[in-house]
């Protein structure tokens, strides 16, 4: 091989202060790992020297421990793009050490190939191959890589040799031309490939190669409990319904189906229904329960942008990649999450909430509206362009303490204008054409927890004017009786006597 | 001609109490007008006879003094999509009276024909021509009438002999396949016509023909003042500025400008700069500014939904319809506001906001949380798609008594996500890539009126931890404050001493 081989630390030393760095790589999946560890050890010297050092990193998702928590534990990191899920790294975020800047993933690329984000000096690739002319075969993941590599003034590739270079036949890389030049993207199905299996970088870009071999370290998700289970079989009873209906043709639609535990117990009940059909997914991160649902022959194929699946099920998967080579597809985030291909194609796009209000507004990414969790990801560019978009989430948290329906959500990423259907372990609300007051009364009556019925029911009895009848004064006054007493059903929308 | 003549009360006679009634249309312009304030006469018949009668009404979007003032003075609306700008159903929705549901313009028409929205069961269509074999040409505007003419059981006809038949030239009607069958849009550029001249129905659904010699009765917009002036100016000059930079192409991209002062303020300014080639528009409301700017070879052509001029210009116009016709696209609003051409084409989309906060969130809709005022329209079509994404508003209102500029926006239209610039006569804060509280400096230095700078520096400093420096006990007492006092400027956020 014709590329200078670097340690990790000599891959590191290259970096600077203050530099873009750009991260193949979304989830942990993909995601180079050496040299950001190496990375976080030299921002540890130089701090410990007494000299500042921080890098802005972009990414294509969350990462991992390897990457965002190493660098967030040596707080190395000034400014964050576009999704972070790590512990140390929120710390960051929160205690105002690192600048984040939470975005529609499919917007992310394009964004800085148009100059409204910083243009990456460096950008640091996981790679399952490379040749002499500068072909990359990706690992597990699309994420922005096309872009940061092209933008990048250069490359470090991380040649990974725990992953097959047969990984290749799974890519599907397709970079769009931009305005004014850009074309229909030609993608029709699911399972249509538009782009070619690796990445055409310029090689005199490369400055090195580390050499790793590693797993992404993705563990399995924990199981389901009553409450996840029971949200699935709502969801997947609601879709059984619809079809029934002729709402959803009778060859069914493409799922997209978020992150966690919430999607994996949607998935397993998807994967028991009698009704509805054998299915297609175009998503963002495939997990375990989609590998899962394809052994079963439930699942037919899969395009995403990351392989998020634990180590165990990728080690499965490598045994038998003649049969999933063919049925997965692994794209770039700027094609998994396109708003184009995602209304063309008409996703179901089931999607986790952090908060709802009675309104059908949906909170993704805050505490209280101030505490950062990981973000908004790609629940945006979905929620907005899907046939049918549906948020899911238990209606308490924390033993009943909070309520996950409140009258006004504390932050708002999503909305009522993108929710079409709220889904608890309560049951299902549809507001689909309705006027704010319907909204309010179908996600009462449906979704909410019993300890919150009569409360919600007194916030709405406050106004009885106005076509969203909200009150300034107690639209948080639930955040607020958790924040001073720990317990929401302390909030009081009585009319003083 | 072989269709039946009806006069507009035999037209109304059709129609039942609960009817689902799609109407031509977008703006004021391309709306039936007889046949609409017919029925508003009936429902006053109905109503004075003891019996209940209200229409469901589905449309473009805002439509005229005949159509939404009528029946909501006669109080003959129950359900209203997708939105209005009219007084008087202005007054019926936030009294609870006409249950209104407010979404995104290009929406309404697959969702209607995806089963989410209540089919329509008559579509009242104004035309400029009708055939016998039923190929009509529509008036002033694309709006939703491919779509209601496919679902509706029957079509009523309203033949405006005001328009000549040559408009069929300007239209370029397009309805994409459904999924799992849609294709991509093959629209390439602004002035590319994908579609048909005319929109071709069958013939044995028209029911019969309403004549009318009716203009659409649009008065022109009143001329800016000294505030829309400058933020005019301030939009053009950033744009000029981005333009140097290389971040705009050199050939400049496609315009899409909201509606009404600020809007026709915007245009006038990118008339006069010397540094912004003439360029295309691809939006939805063509105002009278669109056609001045045509007039003096600016504006090199455009396409919209509708041709919303004042009745002057449009007189004018006619006069001259060569030339304009070969200059003017209009498209059904499922096109003019595609998200797949939005992003294609690269718009920059400047619309106007009621409410912006310290982190880009934007109300559009909404006074204090609760009184309805048009609704989203197009906007979050554009602002999530678009290029670049601009918000203009004043930074007050009423003499200084409301900021416009407040810790927490009262109603959520567009999300931090989808904010890229805010406009005010102030100046130009870019919120690009930036962390919250980035973007709280950025417009509290840039955007905030002088009277309420000092006030918003004290909502932030209420909070020092956190990503998005919110207190939730605090976010709407400059609300509270104008309902308590009738000034913000009483809100105080200095700490208890």
Chains 1, 2 share one sequence.
Do not use: W
């Amino acid at each position: 091989m014709k590329y200078q081989t670097l340690t990790p630390d000599e891959a590191a030393a290259l970096i600077e202060n203050g530099e873009n760095i750009g991260l193949s790589g979304f989830t942990a999946a993909g995601v180079p790992k050496a040299t950001t560890r190496a990375i976080a050890k030299k921002a540890e010297e130089e701090h410990a020297a007494g000299r500042p050092f921080k890098i802005n990193l972009f990414t294509g998702a969350s990462t991992s421990a390897s990457t965002d928590g190493a660098l967030a534990k040596a707080n190395a990191v000034d400014q964050r793009t576009p999704y972070q899920s790590s512990p140390d790294l929120r710390k960051n975020i929160n205690g105002g050490h690192t600048r984040y800047n939470d975005m529609h993933l499919s917007h992310t690329a394009q964004y800085m190939r148009y100059g409204a984000l910083p243009r990456v000096k460096t950008a640091i690739i996981e790679a399952a191959n490379i040749t002499d002319d500068g072909e990359i075969t990706l690992t597990t993941a699309g994420g922005n890589s096309p872009t940061y590599c092209k933008l990048a003034d250069r490359i470090i590739i991380e040649l990974n040799s725990y992953h097959p270079k047969e990984l290749r036949e799974m890519h599907d890389i397709y970079m769009p031309l931009d305005p004014p030049h850009r074309e229909p993207l030609p993608l029709i199905a699911p399972d249509h490939r538009i782009g070619t299996h690796t990445l055409k970088v310029d090689p005199a870009k490369i400055v090195g190669i580390v050499h790793t071999n590693e797993p992404d370290g993705i563990g399995a998700f924990k199981d389901g409990d009553p409450v996840t289970d029971k949200i699935g079989e709502n969801v997947v009873v609601f879709l059984e319904e619809e079809l029934k209906k002729g709402k959803i043709p009778a060859s069914f639609l493409p799922i997209q189906s978020g992150v966690g535990n919430i999607a994996n117990a949607v998935l397993a009940a998807l994967g028991r229904s009698q009704e509805i059909p054998p299915f297609k997914m175009y998503t963002e991160v495939i997990q375990d329960s989609v590998i899962d649902l394809m052994k079963q022959g439930r699942c037919i194929m899969v395009g995403g942008c990351s392989l998020t699946v634990s180590d165990g099920m990728l080690a499965d998967m490598y045994k038998d990649l003649d049969f999933f080579k063919s049925r997965v597809i692994l794209r770039p985030q700027e094609l998994s999450n396109n708003p184009e291909i995602v209304r063309r194609l008409g996703l179901i796009c089931i999607n986790t909430a952090i908060e709802v209000d009675l309104f059908g507004q949906v909170n993704s990414t805050h505490f209280f509206g101030k505490q950062m969790m990981n973000g908004i990801g790609g629940s945006g560019d979905f929620a907005r362009n899907g046939y049918l978009t549906i948020f899911t989430c238990p209606s308490i948290a924390k033993g009943g303490a909070i309520s996950s329906i409140v009258p006004m959500v504390s932050h708002h990423d999503h909305t009522e204008h993108d929710v079409d259907i709220v889904v608890t372990e309560q049951g299902v609300a549809d507001l689909r054409g309705k006027c704010p007051r319907d909204r309010a009364k179908e996600i009462i009556e449906n979704c909410v927890h019993p300890d919150y019925r009569q409360l919600l029911l007194d916030y709405m009895a406050l106004t009885p004017q106005g076509h969203t009848p909200h009150n300034l004064g107690k639209a948080f006054e639930m955040h607020n009786a958790f924040l001073g007493t720990g317990d929401m059903r302390n909030a009081n929308f009585a009319p003083a006597e």
